[in-house]
């Protein structure tokens, strides 16, 4: 399994509140991480630095190689449960970083399935001989309009109050997060992103880049480039992991 990634602060930011990692972890598996911080130029990286740092610490401690699929999914929930309390309290410490908090969604990769973790409306895809998979749910003010049907999924990427989300690392001392088991096989990938990218993409360009694309490990490079020829309005990150 390989895994490359990047983030960039786009063309309109003047800070990047973006974070994200890539672990090997034992056996070959692959941790990956990205975190869309907010609250602020004075905490929004803050939040999403510490969010990553504080997970990523949380599973090399606790992970085994031969975990149940059950106890992986634990760990990743109380691995975002402590990043979660890491920021929330961090945020109390002055008024710098009063209210601030980060999304995150991460993927645990083994050559037979990704076990994937998320909180708030950066993204998981998922590849494979079906195609694209858009594996997790937006915790976002659009993605309820979505469902309700009171606007469309296109309306969305434009709504005013897109950028609006539901659930966020540290902006209360308790989160939930969902956790997704998706099987993987030969030539499957997992690609996550923050809103910078999504916002910009169609889920079908994603796809043709990955499944398309001359050289994978050029991959996140070419989306990070459509999205800057689009005006990158936000801060953009893509992380790609291929079996």
């Given at each position: ?11 309109v930011r003047k800070q990047n ?104 409306d950066s993204r998981a895809y ?118």
């Amino acid at each position: 399994m390989e895994a490359w990634g990047l983030t960039d602060l786009g063309n309109v930011r003047k800070q990047n509140q973006d974070y994200y990692d890539i672990v090997r972890l034992e056996g070959g598996r692959l941790l990956l991480v990205v975190c869309d911080g907010m609250g602020g130029a004075k905490s929004g990286n803050v939040a999403s630095r510490l969010a990553t740092e504080v997970f990523v610490g949380e599973i090399r401690r606790t992970d085994r190689a031969d975990m149940e699929p059950g106890e992986t999914a634990r760990m990743l929930r109380e691995a975002v449960a402590l990043a979660n309390r890491a920021v929330f309290e961090q945020s109390q410490v002055s008024g710098d970083f009063a209210g601030m908090g980060t999304t995150l969604v991460a993927a645990l990769v083994t050559p037979e399935a990704a076990t994937i973790a998320n909180v708030g409306d950066s993204r998981a895809y998922l590849f494979d001989r079906e195609g694209i998979r858009f594996v997790t749910v937006d915790h976002s003010l659009v993605e309820l309009m979505v469902r309700r049907g009171e606007i469309t999924r296109e309306q969305a990427k434009t709504h005013p109050s897109k950028n609006l989300i539901t659930r966020a690392v540290g902006t209360e001392a308790q989160v939930a997060c969902d956790v997704y088991r998706q099987p993987l096989g030969p030539g499957g990938a997992v690609l996550l992103c923050t809103d910078g990218l999504s916002n910009v993409l169609a889920d079908q360009e994603i796809l043709f880049e990955v499944v398309h694309g001359v050289q994978k490990d050029g991959c996140c490079q070419r989306l990070l480039d459509i999205a800057k020829s689009r005006g990158a309005p936000d801060n953009v990150t893509v992380v790609l992991a291929t079996v």
